[in-house]
């Protein structure tokens, strides 16, 4: 009788997972990954060394960054209206948080070609969970490159520095880890602001059944936060916007720009000597 | 000693001399000694850990304790973590039940601890046992913290509730000699996960004696499995032992 119960649980189990396993979910990766985020990351500091990281330059104490979550690309009206108001405000940069597209080397294709529309700005992606579906890292890594780098904003007399990491596991990895770590040690210092912009948010802002980090690296990141002075932490994943603060730290969740999503919005980083911030709806 | 380990350890002390105290003959105490030996993508080294933990069953009701130490040569903080616990057994109809609520406490840092509560109810037969509960999680400035940087508001997170779950299976009644069982959770001894991110636990146990019994545990930690995107995080490895006195 018991053996029957069983059996009837793990069929309806692998049922439940059948039917819900729609062209957008890759159900392979909750057991057996593409590839690990360490792998990702070693891809990244080697195009890194290729590449260098990246220092604007600004000729004004003001100096705007755009930043958008959760796009699913499949279609593409609220990404082409995102990009069209960063030029339109003389943006200094995009930032793309991750799940940029829904990992289907399509799909990649049609971001690539939409956000090359605007070749005169400067672009940061990061990929999220949904990126590395269906092996889309390789299309990640062959059109965008790293997705562990920092970039630096520099004017006449500050200099800010922006961390972009991976989280698209739910973790950063230990080597990722220890990397983050030593550049805080050393670079933090030289620099006003700091701001991380990672994709799977740290707290848990609702109930939601979506992946956060795991309770012991979440802890050592709010230390490194606190004793880094971090100032601000930008993620997505959730697809709601929420804003939390925790000692010194401003922790910012984004709306999804997915154009399905009837509270789309984007993040404008207003930044001088302090760093304001303004949700902007679709 | 800090602040917290003070808050926390009075009580602890209170509640283990009330109990040496006011033993009764049909009382039943379950002192347990282990040792963790582990790593993961965010402890830097490896992890040794001794923890000792004891719980108090006088009829229906049972009461617990324990504090985790690491042992590490060269470890900046000896003591790390504590719990205390109470539960009730009931039954409904044939179905044996008990509710539990609990607390935790993790000194992680000179710079950020962790506060973790959460009630759950159990059901357990011969061969399963299920847990089902809510749990929050409170991250705190130390005061350290808040004067070494000037930190003026916002000095702790409080998290929305979390849903916490074991589901375990064993191969032979809790009376046997020995056993062996295999568990999904997010809850160990001194460390709640986010429920999306569920630990694999592997448990086995031989009786000595009918006071004695070794115990030993595998623990395997994955990240992102509720985001299809599974990484490894991290393994534990535990034996220890645990004395039955009383009845």
New interface residues.
């Given amino acids: 009788m018991?053996n029957r119960k069983i059996k009837i649980l793990i069929i309806s189990i692998i049922l439940i997972c059948s039917i819900s396993s729609c062209n957008k979910?890759?159900?392979r990766?909750?057991?057996?990954?593409y590839e690990?985020?360490n792998t990702r990351f070693e891809q990244s500091l080697n195009k890194n060394m290729q590449t260098g990281y990246q220092t604007i330059e600004t000729t004004n104490d003001e100096y705007q960054l755009f930043v958008m979550s959760d796009s699913h690309v499949g279609s593409t009206k609220n990404l082409n209206t995102f990009m069209q108001n960063a030029v339109n405000a003389d943006a200094t940069a995009v930032v793309m948080v991750g799940d940029l597209t829904t990992g289907k080397e399509d799909d990649y294709d049609v971001f690539a070609e939409n956000i090359e529309k605007y070749p005169t700005m400067l672009k940061f992606p990061i990929v999220g969970?949904h990126d590395?579906?269906f092996n889309g890292w390789n299309c990640f890594y062959k059109l965008f490159g790293s997705t562990v780098y920092y970039f630096v904003v520099k004017g006449t007399d500050f200099s800010d520095i922006y961390f972009c990491l991976d989280t698209?596991?739910?973790?950063?990895?230990?080597k990722q880890?220890?990397w983050f770590t030593n550049q805080l040690e050393t670079k933090r210092q030289l620099y006003r602001h700091c701001v991380v912009f990672t994709h799977?948010n740290l707290?848990?802002?609702?109930?939601i059944?979506?992946?956060?980090?795991?309770?012991?690296?979440?802890?050592?990141l709010?230390?490194l936060f606190?004793?880094y002075?971090v100032n601000i932490v930008i993620t997505g994943h959730d697809h709601k916007k929420d804003v939390?603060?925790?000692?010194?730290t401003t922790h910012i969740i984004l709306s999804a720009l997915l154009d399905k999503n009837v509270d789309a919005a984007y993040l404008n980083l207003i930044v001088n000597d302090n760093i304001n911030y303004e949700f902007l709806n679709l | 000693m800090n602040k917290h380990l003070l808050i926390i350890l009075k009580p602890l002390i209170a509640i283990t001399l009330f109990l040496v105290c006011n033993f009764s003959s049909h009382a039943q105490i379950n002192p347990k000694l282990f040792i963790d030996f582990g790593k993961?993508?965010?402890?830097?080294d490896y992890i040794v850990n001794a923890g000792v933990s004891t719980s108090y069953k006088f009829g229906k009701n049972k009461i617990g304790a324990g504090v985790l130490f690491d042992i590490k040569p060269n470890s900046e903080k000896f003591f790390k973590n504590t719990f205390a616990e109470i539960s009730r057994d009931f039954k409904i109809k044939k179905y044996k039940l008990n509710a539990n609520a609990f607390f935790m406490y993790?000194d992680?840092?000179n710079?950020?601890v962790?506060y973790d509560w959460g009630v759950f109810v159990g059901l357990n037969n011969e061969?399963f046992k299920f847990n089902l509960g809510l749990f929050s999680?409170i991250?705190s400035?130390t005061s350290y913290?808040i004067t070494e940087?000037m930190?003026s508001?916002?000095?702790?997170?409080a998290?929305?509730?979390?849903l916490l779950y074991c589901i375990s299976y064993q191969i032979k009644p809790d009376e046997n000699i020995y056993n062996l069982s295999i568990a999904i959770t997010n809850k160990d001894y001194f460390?709640?996960?986010?429920?999306?991110?569920p630990m694999l636990k592997i448990y086995t146990n031989y009786r000595f004696s009918e006071d004695l019994m070794w115990f030993a545990e595998a623990w395997l930690?994955t990240?992102?499995?509720?985001?299809?995107?599974?990484?490894?995080?991290?393994f534990l490895a535990r034996t220890g032992l645990i004395w039955q006195i009383g009845k």
């Fill in positions: 018991a979910a890759d159900l990766s909750m057991f057996i990954s690990s985020v969970n590395i579906f698209g596991s739910g973790t950063l990895g230990d880890l220890e799977n707290f848990r802002a609702r109930h059944p979506t992946t956060e980090p795991m309770t012991e690296e979440l802890l050592v709010l230390d606190v004793k002075n939390s603060f925790f000692g010194n | 993961h993508n965010a402890s830097n993790n992680f840092s710079l950020v962790e061969k999680k991250f400035l913290a940087y930190i508001d916002n000095y702790c997170f998290e929305n509730f979390g460390l709640l996960t986010r429920s999306t991110n930690k990240s992102g499995s509720f985001n299809l995107s599974i990484n490894y995080f991290g």
